[in-house]
């Protein structure tokens, strides 16, 4: 019996003496919650891109050489990074995007035309013999007193120049590219998206 009072009085006591304020400082306050660390905010000159294919061939962007999404997609790019197109084709081909401009800015990916290309080739072979061959017969027909051939010669030339420009034009017009503009966003009753008119 002693015993058990013994410890009631001793628990007792040791209850009070927990209760007792200590000297200053001795019990600090609860420190309020740290904030939450603030989410990156994306510069005010930040580009919303989106990027889409006129065609079934799909694109994979890159910036700074680093792959980030495939057609179609959107995505934040920074001012300061150099963005690039690669196509999904067996010959992959590559189209340099460059720094974006700030807002919203809708990129649209065009292949390469194969029909135009093939014609454009086929055509520049020939217009470059034909040149070679009118300025061979001018060359020749002009400083031989034979006007025939110097006649026949220069019409080759005129017209195979002629040529040869156009179809340098075709193969130029037929490589892949690029175009960047203004998007404007839109919405319809099942969908909403972004716009561009070029």
């Known amino acids: 019996m002693r015993v058990l009072v013994s410890l009631l009085v001793i628990g007792i006591a040791a209850e009070v003496a927990h209760a007792q304020p200590g000297p200053p400082g001795a019990y600090a306050e609860p420190s309020p919650p740290a904030p939450p660390p603030a989410q990156q905010q994306q510069p005010a000159n930040a580009t919303r891109a989106t990027f889409v294919s006129t065609s079934q061939v799909r694109w994979d962007v890159r910036i700074d050489d680093n792959a980030v999404c495939t057609t179609p997609c959107s995505i934040m790019v920074d001012p300061v990074r150099f963005v690039t197109l690669h196509s999904h084709d067996a010959r992959s081909e590559r189209v340099n995007v460059g720094f974006m401009p700030p807002g919203d800015v809708l990129v649209q990916a065009k292949p390469r035309d194969q029909g135009a290309f093939a014609a454009g080739v086929t055509f520049t072979s020939l217009t470059g013999m034909g040149l070679a061959t009118g300025i061979t017969l001018t060359a020749v027909g002009c400083s031989t007193d034979h006007p025939t051939m110097c006649n026949a010669g220069l019409i080759t030339g005129v017209a195979s120049a002629v040529g ?26 099942d ?6 008119a070029f």
Not at 191 to 196: E, F, K, N, S
Request: aromatic residues 6%; without cysteine; proline residues 12%.
């Open 164 to 189: 040869l420009y156009l179809s340098i034009d075709m193969l130029r017009k037929s490589l892949p590219k690029v175009r960047v503009g203004p998007a404007h966003p839109y919405a319809a009753p």
């Open 191 to 196: 969908q909403i998206g972004l716009a561009g």
